[in-house]
DNA sequence: TTTTCCATGTAACTCGTTACATGATTTC
DNA sequence: GAAATCATGTAACGAGTTACATGGAAAA
């Protein structure tokens, strides 16, 4: 829920920047492992300046266009804290659509559903070369990690599914 | 985003209900895997009569309270089907907070690490717990599976934990 | 007789996306 | 001169939750 505002915020803990920097920041360095769409980086940006949790003041260099510089106030460094240790702890008790499906794959043949199951698992291996292709941010970074767990989540569910795959086939 | 419709149209394949009784259904049933408020059970329910997938007609039973049986129409099963299929491949894009915590995790000690990530992996024993706990629905039926692929995740999330957790002890 | 069960909803709100809108400037 | 980049937003919508509201009937 509050993951873009941690987003947000943990970006703004080591620099000052303008929204547009932000989004170009994450388009280039962290969309591999995290998405936000660029109008809600701003009005999340606006939101956490209404609430205090950030500053903003308009910079303009030369003759481009203004920026709106951000800055954590130390109610967002607070923020920051608490969003951190809570997305690390809190299971999130959403479930996927998936295993939604699941609860209704007896509604197809066997066939079917080691096709679709199949094809799944191709899109995972999709996007664990995704994943393999982005460049190491260095040492244990944060990104890095993330993207480990990432990692280790689809080479699950593709396990899973090679199981699945198997037992269909043989009925 | 389709995945309460899967659910309310899944159910109704069988047999035709009304709503309590379905929102009573999952909550007995399905509730170990799969969650969804009673009034969001009811305004889909609404949403679907209104799309001309489900038909609705009024029942009452002696001088009980009026009830709205929902069935599925043509539509509604060629929706399910669609749907079905729909969450079974596509792999939701979705970020987990988790992950966006993971990014940050540098502004923590390597001891505060320890700390929040043991808490979640307890998190996860218990939920396991509970979903080792819930009774099975029967060879091969679509519930079991969902659980088994949920537990799956799990396990695979609490191996990622521990492998970190037992990295960061030695730090 | 009080609590639980049956049975339904609505209104307001949050979070986020999509699509649209603007306008200057630098690069090709 | 056209296209990409810089830089910002708004309005409408979708999906879902929370909290609120109702009212009779059965069970304790």
Redesign the pocket.
């Known amino acids: 829920?509050?993951?873009?505002?941690l987003l947000l915020l943990g970006l703004l803990r080591t620099e000052n920047r303008?929204?547009?920097?932000?989004?170009?920041f994450i388009e280039k360095n962290l969309s591999a492992c995290i998405?936000?769409?660029?109008?809600?980086a701003?009005?999340?940006?606006?939101?956490l300046c209404a609430s205090g949790h950030v500053a903003m003041h308009v910079e303009q260099?030369?003759?481009?266009?203004?920026?709106?510089?951000y800055s954590l106030t130390a109610e967002g460094g607070k923020l920051f804290d608490r969003l951190l240790r809570e997305s690390l702890t809190k299971l999130d008790g959403t479930t996927a659509s998936f295993e939604t499906g699941l609860v209704y794959i007896d509604a197809l043949s066997p066939e079917e559903r080691v096709s679709l199951l199949s094809k799944r698992a191709r899109a995972i291996d999709i996007a664990i070369s995704a994943l393999e292709a982005i460049p190491s941010h260095g040492d244990g970074s944060g990104v890095d990690i993330s993207v480990s767990h990432r990692r280790r989540m689809l080479k699950a569910e593709h396990e899973w599914l090679s199981s699945h795959i198997e037992r269909w086939s043989r009925a």
């Open positions: 829920m509050n993951q873009r505002k303008h929204g547009y920097e932000i989004n170009d998405e936000i769409k660029r109008s809600t701003y009005s999340t940006l606006d939101a260099a030369g003759n481009r266009p203004p920026r709106k510089v």
